[in-house]
T-cell receptor
Framework: DTGVSQDPRHKITKRGQNVTFRCDPI?????LYWYRQTLGQGPEFLTY????????KSRLLSDRFSAERPKGSFSTLEIQRTEQGDSAMYLC?????????????FGPGTRLTVL | GENVEQHPSTLSVQEGDSAVIKCTYS??????FPWYKQELGKRPQLIID?????GEKKDQRIAVTLNKTAKHFSLHITETQPEDSAVYFC????????????FGKGTHLIIQP
């Protein structure tokens, strides 16, 4: 499978615990994005990377959220001290920068449930 | 920041009829407008996109129109089929170094047999 992959697909945790998700983009893609989607809503942008540089962060990305892409390939999204309001589908997407806006390809998502 | 409004939230049409979904955006600097289709439990998939230097784009049964003056864009699906049933999201990209997409809340399209 050469598409965007995410791990784990499902995560159940207790309030206050830390969780980390991983995203592997399409291999030649240099841009990687994180979105959050709650039931009945469209995806909400969180942050994106160009190679290893984090270029944009949404106001939705509170201090408890941190994302990294250390080698410009896979990325991790960590949520510290999880809250019930963090329950959502976390989607990763990737694209290839070529001077003009290009299609963002989405992964299958990680569904987080905070009890 | 950008704000995208999408209507209707639910649209039911007879198989073979046309469906139209409308979106408005707030930031005149937005320059890229993709439409995604999301089936239940699946990832969003791009079905068509349009850039701000183009007024209309068509791909088989799907077309998108853009009115930059009014800041609205629409998705048109003709000759609807049962497999068109899904949630459709419009989105806008502001540009100027910002690459994150702002999505509408989605339209649940139901194709009645």
């Amino acid at each position: 499978d050469t598409g965007v992959s995410q791990d784990p697909r499902h995560k159940i945790t207790k309030r206050g615990q830390n969780v980390t998700f991983r995203c592997d983009p399409i291999s030649e893609h240099n841009r990687l994005y994180w979105y959050r989607q709650t039931l009945g809503q469209g995806p909400e942008f969180l942050t994106y990377f160009q190679n290893e540089a984090q270029l944009e962060k949404s106001r939705l990305l509170s201090d408890r959220f941190s994302a990294e892409r250390p080698k410009g390939s896979f990325s991790t999204l960590e949520i510290q001290r999880t809250e019930q309001g963090d329950s959502a589908m976390y989607l990763c997407a990737s694209s290839f920068l070529a001077g003009t806006p290009n299609e963002q390809f989405f992964g299958p998502g990680t569904r987080l449930t905070v009890l | 920041g950008e704000n995208v409004e999408q209507h209707p939230s639910t649209l039911s049409v007879q198989e073979g009829d046309s469906a139209v979904i409308k979106c408005t955006y707030s930031d005149s600097a937005s320059n890229y407008f993709p439409w995604y289709k999301q089936e239940l439990g699946k990832r969003p998939q791009l079905i068509i996109d349009i850039r701000s230097n183009v007024g209309e784009k068509k791909d088989q049964r799907i077309a998108v129109t853009l009115n930059k003056t009014a800041k609205h864009f629409s998705l048109h699906i003709t000759e609807t089929q049962p497999e068109d049933s899904a949630v459709y999201f419009c989105a806008a990209r502001t540009g100027g170094g910002a690459d994150g997409l702002t999505f509408g809340k989605g339209t649940h399209l139901i194709i009645q047999p």
